[in-house]
């Protein structure tokens, strides 16, 4: 997910806005009008410009799904809030943590920066936490040694959205926790092991064999994270241009 820093932008708004204010104060070109209005266009943005700068930096952030790597879970469109947190209270720009909150557990689905290229958001479910031996064998993750079950579903609400044969959805179990994933029978098994280092985590994509994740690239070190996806808070379909209405204010499982 491409992402314009839209967070360093208002900051510099907000800093351009108190730098009027500023300079109204000291009587400085007071009598330019072009002044006079920049300056009355700072009174008025400065409270939004902070009350959107909070919202997005500590509350909750808007994300576009741009690719099909978390099919089902996500489809190409969806609008998602993420938590912003959730995993820490976090400095805006620096990024630095201030208030440690929780830990991302397995099977919560999280946006972060890629360890690769940090202007790049991708969107995964957590797999392994920082100590755990992962094992991806045959199209089946063993955490610890212990098989994550799937279970095919004959029929499911996704057929519309992909329709190839070869494509099968399951359920998977674990801790606990169920997710739908998909799995393409053309695609080889790939098989690999990983030991999950501290502070990292190991991530999949739901879309199993079409998914840039963790089992090519490595780990997410703790500081890249960005937060929890928790809603679909909007559907768009670019094929015919309408909204998908059944999947507005869906919780993100």
Do not use: C
Not at 26 to 55: C, D, G, Y
Not at 190 to 195: L, S, V, W
Not at 224 to 253: D, Q, T
């Amino acid at each position: 997910m491409n992402s314009i820093d839209l967070e360093f932008i208002l900051v510099l708004l907000i800093f351009v806005s108190f730098l009027f204010i500023f300079l109204n104060k000291k009587n400085v070109n007071k009598k330019n009008k072009i002044f006079e209005w920049l300056n009355r266009q700072a009174k008025s943005f400065l409270p939004i410009l902070l009350i959107v700068l909070f919202l997005r930096s500590f509350l909750a952030e808007p994300f576009r799904i741009p690719s099909g790597s978390m099919l089902p879970t996500l489809l190409i469109g969806d609008y998602i809030l993420v938590n912003k947190y959730e995993y820490g209270i976090k400095l805006p720009i620096t990024k630095t943590q201030v208030i440690e909150i929780s830990k991302p557990q397995r099977g919560d689905v999280v946006v972060f920066r890629y360890p690769a290229n940090e202007k790049i958001n991708f969107i995964k479910r957590v797999i392994g936490i920082p100590g755990d031996k992962i094992k991806y064998i045959n199209k089946k993750v063993y955490v610890n040694n212990i098989e994550y079950k799937k279970n095919r579903q004959i029929t499911h609400q996704y057929i519309d959205d992909f329709g190839r044969t070869e494509l099968d959805i399951f359920i998977e179990n674990q801790d606990n926790k169920k997710y739908n994933i998909l799995n393409d029978n053309m695609s080889p098994a790939n098989d690999h092991e990983f030991e999950v280092p501290e502070k990292n985590y190991f991530v999949m994509g739901d879309n199993r064999d079409h998914s840039s994740d963790s089992r090519y690239w490595g780990f997410v070190p703790e500081e890249n994270l960005v937060g929890e996806a928790f809603l679909i808070w909007m559907s768009f379909n670019s094929k015919n241009f309408s909204l998908k209405y059944n999947r507005i204010g869906n919780s993100i499982k």
